[in-house]
């Protein structure tokens, strides 16, 4: 596992040296967001032109990648480490750090706060990415952005579940996306969609 993961570190560093920044991807045109520094095209021959989302721990090394098809199909980097690893959107910002889970989602909440947003690509690597950061930042305001996986039956809700355990690990505030009944046709789950 040791030497998958130093294999997976030195792709990233090949593939965010030399990869295309990623100007305006289709995968995020679609979700009305734009790109922000750090996301670059895949020149990978398994992913071309796929969005790639570098994934970095709390002293910003990069472990891993995430990558987006225009379709929305989603990928990690084989061998990279991801629990605990997250993608950073203005961490220099001010105000309160938000933790949320895809990438779509955080340049969303961004836009929205201007607050600095980490993304945890996932429900289940939310609680690790939060300990690891509440660690570096004892006194933050930490909020963490559920998904409201509303429709998802089993489990029920993982989003808001895994969001409400993490959001009480390490005393954050909780926020989730509520809404209208003229949007549940569509199933709306994150604030991206909201």
Known sequence: QERLQVS???KC??????????KAPPYLSAKQVKPVPGLCLSNLEQFPGWLAVPLVDENNTVHSCQFIAEDGTKKFMFGGR????????HTEAAGPLVLCEGVATGLTIHAATHWPVLCAMNCG???????????????RTIVIAADNDQFTIDPVNPGLTKAKETAKAIDAKLACPDFTAESLPEKPTDFNDL
């Open 125 to 139: 690597n939310l609680k690790a990415v939060a300990v690891a950061i509440r660690a570096q930042f004892p006194t």
């Open 13 to 22: 560093k090949k593939l965010f040296a030399t990869a295309p920044a990623a």
């Open 82 to 89: 991801v629990a605990g690893c997250f993608f950073p959107i």
């Open 8 to 10: 997976a570190r030195e």
